[in-house]
């Protein structure tokens, strides 16, 4: 595509998508919003773009020609890259899908989808994924310890690599140590929107924290209300 992206103060967000209508109505609407835009049209573009112009974000179609956007994304954290990436789906039925696999979206619209949702999507991966001045926060839950200005998480002293996502569901449960969260509330918290957007969500994200997190991880889950991260 154009090979001098636009930039602006909010950064360059990578559009892939192969459906060009589609593509000029998310640019259109991210640009409103003062973000640069790029846009590429296949997989393989697209991860290259994303090595190359190190974007802010990354609005990433699934149903891509050549290699998709679920092979796109695990070959970007196969190599540690953790540009915050939100999948564009075309049926609801996918969604388990792909969450389900471990290879770290941040977060997920369905076709057809509003471009105002999708840009606040944008804006809410971002906002989670940004580091803030101050002092230094350090939480500790048994062997768990998250630097939450440098988003770094340790168990004991080996270091796990997780997902702004990811990094945000843990933080908000250790801010709170042993208090419940139902579904909803971590949705909202977490992700910034209401439960119509399925509490599933959050079930698969769990999942892949602990898995990351492996013996030490300290989320207990409460049967029938929710989450809570315990010491013991």
Same mark, same amino acid.
């Given at each position: 595509?154009?090979?001098?992206?636009?930039?602006?103060?909010?950064?360059?967000?990578?559009v892939v998508e192969d459906d060009?209508? #589609?593509?000029?109505?998310?640019?259109?609407? !991210?640009?409103?919003?003062?973000?640069?835009?790029?846009?590429?049209?296949?997989?393989?573009?697209?991860?290259?773009?994303?090595?190359?112009?190190?974007?802010?974000?990354?609005?990433?179609?699934?149903? !891509?020609?050549?290699?998709?956007?679920?092979?796109?994304?695990?070959?970007?954290? +196969?190599?540690?890259?953790?540009t915050p990436v939100l999948f564009?789906? +075309?049926?609801?039925?996918?969604?388990? =899908? #792909? !969450?389900?696999?471990?290879?770290?979206?941040?977060?997920?619209?369905?076709?057809?989808?509003?471009?105002?949702?999708?840009?606040?999507?944008?804006?809410?991966?971002?906002? =989670?994924?940004? #580091?803030?001045?101050?002092?230094?926060?350090?939480?500790?839950?048994?062997?768990?310890?998250?630097?939450?200005?440098?988003?770094?998480?340790?168990?004991?002293?080996?270091?796990?690599?997780?997902?702004?996502?990811?990094?945000?569901?843990?933080?908000?449960?250790?801010?709170?140590?042993?208090?419940?969260?139902?579904?909803?509330?971590?949705?909202?918290?977490?992700?910034?929107?209401?439960?119509?957007?399925?509490?599933?969500?959050?079930?698969?994200?769990?999942?892949?924290?602990?898995?990351?997190?492996?013996?030490?991880?300290? #989320?207990?889950?409460?049967?029938?209300?929710?989450?809570?991260?315990?010491?013991?």
């Open positions: 595509m154009d090979p001098r992206p636009e930039r602006d103060a909010r950064g360059l967000v990578l060009r209508a #589609i593509a000029d109505l998310v640019g259109l609407y !991210l640009r409103r919003e003062g973000f640069g835009v790029q846009v590429e049209s296949d997989g393989a573009s697209g991860l290259a773009a994303v090595r190359r112009l190190r974007p802010v974000a990354v609005v990433l179609d699934v149903g !891509l020609p050549g290699m998709d956007g679920v092979e796109v994304c695990r070959t970007l954290r +196969a190599e540690q890259d953790w564009v789906t +075309a049926r609801d039925d996918e969604v388990d =899908r #792909i !969450l389900g696999l471990e290879m770290g979206a941040d977060d997920y619209v369905t076709k057809p989808f509003s471009p105002r949702e999708l840009v606040a999507r944008v804006r809410t991966v971002l906002r =989670r994924s940004g #580091i803030a001045p101050g002092r230094e926060e350090v939480l500790q839950v048994g062997a768990v310890s998250a630097h939450v200005d440098r988003r770094r998480v340790q168990v004991a002293d080996a270091e796990v690599a997780l997902t702004s996502t990811e990094f945000d569901l843990l933080v908000h449960l250790m801010r709170a140590p042993g208090r419940v969260f139902s579904r909803e509330q971590l949705l909202s918290a977490v992700w910034g929107y209401a439960a119509s957007a399925g509490t599933r969500t959050v079930d698969v994200h769990v999942a892949q924290v602990r898995a990351k997190l492996g013996p030490g991880n300290p #989320i207990r889950t409460v049967r029938g209300v929710g989450y809570a991260a315990d010491a013991s």
